[in-house]
């Protein structure tokens, strides 16, 4: 049974960072798609980083260069470095992930997801 945790969630200033981590419990890492997406109040779930099994990385435009997704197979953990955080990146940050190889960040691809942390960034 695949299960997701996410943590390190957090409230910071404009400019400052945070480190995101997922605990991921019965993936193999090298068989799934690794994502972050995010969802602010109102708005759509937004795919905005994925890691396959290679370890080759996507980024949505409004975060690359800022945000680095990364994993540890030994301790089958996920992260995601926020860097330069700006105030309209404020919003609830899941971990998810699928089976494959070909990640994409529509949320569609993606049957599991952990509960969430929020990250509130002040101006």
């Known amino acids: 049974q695949v299960q997701l945790v996410e943590s390190g969630g957090g409230s910071v200033q404009a400019g400052g960072s945070l480190r995101l981590s997922c605990a991921a419990s019965?993936?193999?890492?090298?068989?799934?798609?690794m994502a972050w997406f995010r969802q602010a109040p109102d708005q759509e779930r937004e795919g905005i980083a994925t890691?396959?099994?290679?370890?080759?990385?996507t980024y949505a435009d409004s975060v690359k260069g800022r945000f680095t997704i990364s994993e540890d197979n030994t301790k089958n953990t996920l992260y995601l470095q926020l860097n330069s955080l700006k105030p309209t990146d404020t919003a609830m940050y899941y971990c998810?992930?699928?089976?494959?190889?070909?990640?994409?960040?529509?949320?569609?691809?993606?049957?599991?997801w952990g509960p969430g942390t929020q990250v509130t960034v002040s101006s």
């Open positions: 890691i396959n099994g290679s370890g080759r990385t």
């Open positions: 998810a992930a699928y089976r494959g190889s070909l990640c994409s960040r529509y949320r569609g691809f993606y049957n599991y």
């Open positions: 019965g993936v193999t890492n090298s068989d799934y798609c």
